[in-house]
Each structure stands twice: as structure tokens, then as C-alpha cells.
């Protein structure tokens, strides 16, 4: 049984966005109030996340995470990775952090963070990983746990979601082919990006959505990376198909 915490289900700006007095940014509603995108995955003594961005470390507060098994990414985007350097309160307890990245991935990380990545000259203060390349052909292990990337397109960029046991997660999706969608069948909880209502061109929208999740046919299917153009959350909630739940901050849910 794996244990899901939805860290952050905003898009690259978060909502409320600086400066904003859209309706939704003006929200009340916590349900409203979205951090970066990122989900941790626990099972057992286990303890991975998906994505770094930065929020990071206001994230890694409130769950009150005390050990970090790993961090898988899906693309190099900021909104993904600019939470990187808060990973030292966790190196500092542990050793390398490890990590799970794709070449391009690691290429961009490398220039952006050397003082991380190289281990020449190392500052003192600085933290250190141990780097794991992965691909789309082929999967790997967390433990005891297969995983099997999920390569979609995000614009021209391939990005990578993943799927372990029963459970997928996927973000900043605009295309997916036939072959990877082999990789989704008979899933418990599929977690995919929804952007908004009219259409975009790196992300899926809402209808493109649900499309996707009527052709798949998870037991149930969550929705991340929310821009406040979809809307208020309770609104937009009241409008989803059955089984098809419009995920939000420090939302915890389980799949087999």
C-alpha cells in the first residue's frame, strides 16, 4: 500500500500568484492556496518525492519530514527544481541525497547547481547526491518497488511521469503516445496535470483531462497543476464525473 501526500498541486506561479486580484487568487479557501507541484510517495520506512521546486523546503515543513529516501524528476523546469539546495538538511543527517533523472535533466542540473554537482573543491556547507540515470525503455527499483517511467510530451519537451504498483503519477502532460498509454492500464489512482479550462499549448486543459482519464479508466483520477484559470476549487469539484477528484494541498490518499 502506498501512501500519497500532495505537497503541491499549483502551476508554476503557485496561487496565489504575486500581485494578482483574480477571484481565485483573492480565495479564502485553503483548497485554493496551491504550492508548487510535487507529491511525496511512502510506503513502509520510506520516503520519496516527486519533483524539487521552490517550495521545497515550506513542504518538507509541513509534512514534517525527517529522512528523504530519494528525489525522482520529471523535467528540469524551476517550477520542478529550484528547491534543489534545501536538500542539505537531509544530506547533513544522511549522506548523499539519492536522485533519479533522465541525461538532459542532469545536464541542465549540473550547470545550474555545479556547487552541488561537483564534487571538486566542495564548499563545506554544500550538499552532495548520488546521481541514477534513468530512461524510458526500461524501468528501475525504489527498494523493494518497480517503477516504469512514463515518457509524455510536455510542448517539444519529454518529460517523465511515473507509475509504481497501481499508482501513476503524471505532470505537465500535453501528449502522450499509444505505447506509453500501454504503460497506464488497469491503474488504482492516475494523478495527471489540468491546467485550465481553455486550451494551452504545453499542458493539458480540463477536457483534455478527462479524456485522457476516460480512455484510460483508473479507479480514480486525480487533478494537479492548477492554475487558478480553472477556477475555484469547490466549483470546479462539483463538476467532475464521478471518480475524478480535483487534488489540493496536503491532500493524503492511499493506493494499492
Known amino acids: 500500500m502506498l501512501k500519497i501526500t500532495f505537497l503541491g498541486t499549483g502551476t508554476s506561479q503557485g496561487i496565489p500568484i504575486i500581485g494578482s486580484k483574480h477571484p481565485v487568487c483573492l480565495s479564502e479557501n485553503p483548497k485554493d492556496k496551491r504550492l508548487r507541484v510535487s507529491i511525496a510517495i511512502e510506503w513502509e520506512d520510506h520516503f520519496y518525492v516527486v519533483d524539487c ?52 535533466v542532469h545536464a541542465s542540473l549540473q550547470q545550474r547547481f555545479d556547487y552541488i554537482f561537483n564534487d571538486e573543491n566542495k564548499y563545506p556547507g554544500a550538499p552532495s547526491v548520488q546521481v541514477n540515470k534513468i530512461d524510458a525503455t526500461s524501468s528501475f527499483h525504489l527498494a523493494d518497488k518497480e517503477v516504469t517511467p512514463i515518457e509524455v510530451t510536455h510542448y517539444k519537451m519529454p518529460v517523465f511521469g511515473y507509475r509504481i504498483d497501481d499508482f501513476a503519477y503524471l505532470t505537465d502532460v500535453k501528449t502522450i503516445t499509444s505505447i506509453e498509454k500501454e504503460k497506464l492500464k488497469k491503474l488504482d489512482v492516475l494523478v495527471l496535470n489540468a491546467l485550465r479550462i481553455d486550451p494551452h499549448p504545453s499542458h493539458l486543459n480540463l477536457d483534455e483531462a478527462l479524456a485522457l482519464i476516460e480512455e484510460l479508466q483508473p479507479k480514480r483520477a486525480y487533478l494537479t497543476h492548477i492554475s487558478h484559470l480553472l477556477g475555484f476549487h469547490d466549483e470546479v469539484q462539483a463538476s467532475l464525473p464521478e471518480g475524478v477528484f480535483l487534488a489540493y494541498d496536503n491532500l493524503q490518499i492511499s493506493s494499492n
Not at 523546469?77 to 543527517?93: K, M, N, V, Y
Request: aromatic share 12%; charged share 25%.
Open 53 to 104: 521546486g521552490p517550495d521545497f523546503r515550506q513542504q518538507m515543513l509541513q509534512c514534517n519530514a525527517r529522512d528523504l529516501s530519494g528525489i525522482l524528476f520529471t523535467h528540469e523546469h524551476a517550477d520542478h527544481t529550484a528547491g534543489l539546495d534545501d536538500i542539505r538538511p537531509f544530506f547533513f543527517r544522511q549522506g548523499k541525497i539519492k536522485m533519479y533523472m533522465s541525461d538532459r
